[in-house]
């Protein structure tokens, strides 16, 4: 990074910011599936989108809003990155109720929110570095600690989020490791991600690309638990993908690159192109 960098002190970010160089990329289109089941494969949260939104008849909603609303609170002007963090909190105060396991939870809990933050910094970084290009230590310190600025307008505690991007790595291994699991929800959640309610051949076009990036950075563990199949000749299409990406953002101005974040960051509302086109669930994902 330059030696002019000055680290932001309040949203929106601004050009110079590790942010703005990161996640004004495509990233989280990339790697957006991993994220999203990371997501619910956290009980709690699995719960609050099983009692709280209607999934089946409207499964990328959940998903499209909460990009939208952290596009524009880390992007857009500083009037619309206010008002979007007041929305965030709005909608996430009704969402509270009891799990299946008897667990009450509440979607305004420090922890939880911790959780799907901590899923997007991971995802971006991951996608990132594999796609566009290596950040240095020092970038990738500075892009935590621009983060937490995301984190405290979600509601996250101060004192919530790992102090360090060492420490936010132990964390995330460590939540990955002993609460994530399978359920239900997971398994509706992948499946329409394999096949989503979209018009031929873009469904079958963005199910496939869904489904290789997501299975690609799905930890191991889980793959075979929600349908996902990988194998070392996938590997090597993937290396090649990868490669091919860092060639095209090489290759291709900036200004090109981010025009999809820019559209979306100007749009009034989320992207609504999968409304009232249902998935397709077999009775056998419908079963707990």
């Known amino acids: 990074m330059a030696s002019s960098y000055v680290a932001p002190t309040a949203l929106p970010f601004r050009k110079g910011s590790v942010a703005w160089k990161v996640n004004m990329e495509p990233v989280i289109a990339i790697g957006g599936g991993r994220a999203l089941l990371l997501q619910v ?30 596009l524009k609170m880390a992007f857009g002007n500083p009037d619309v990155s206010d008002r979007q963090a007041v929305v965030f909190k709005r909608m996430h105060e009704r969402i509270k109720g009891v799990s299946e396991d008897g667990v009450a939870y509440d979607a305004m809990d420090p922890a939880l929110l911790l959780w ?19 950040l240095s230590d020092l970038e990738r310190e500075r892009y935590y600690e621009e983060q937490k600025l995301i984190a405290y307008a979600c509601g996250i505690p101060e004192d919530a989020c790992p102090a360090t991007l060492a420490d936010f790595k132990t964390y995330l ?15 509706l959640v992948a499946h329409a991600g394999r096949h989503p309610p979209l ?18 950075l799905l930890p191991e563990r ?33 200004s090109v690159r981010h025009l999809q974040n820019r559209y979306l960051i100007r749009r009034r509302t989320p992207l609504g192109w999968w409304k009232n ?10 079963e707990p």
Do not use: C
């Open 222 to 254: 889980f793959r075979a638990e929600l349908g996902y199949e990988w194998s070392r000749s996938k590997d090597r299409v993937l290396a090649v993908v990868f490669f091919a990406l860092r060639v095209f953002a090489r290759l291709t101005p900036r």
């Open 41 to 70: 494969l956290h009980p709690l949260v699995a719960a609050g989108v099983d009692q709280h939104s209607n999934f089946v008849e409207d499964p990328f909603s959940r998903g499209f809003r909460t990009a939208d609303m952290m």
């Open 116 to 134: 799907v933050w901590a899923t997007l910094i991971d995802v971006s970084l991951r996608v990132y570095e594999r796609a566009v290009a290596t």
């Open 277 to 286: 086109r249902p998935v397709l669930v077999p009775d056998a994902l419908r």
């Open 173 to 187: 291994d460590g939540v990955i490791e002993r609460e994530l699991r399978v359920t239900k929800v997971s398994r």
């Open 199 to 216: 018009p031929r051949p873009f469904g079958w076009l963005a199910g496939v690309i869904g489904t290789f990036f997501t299975a690609a």
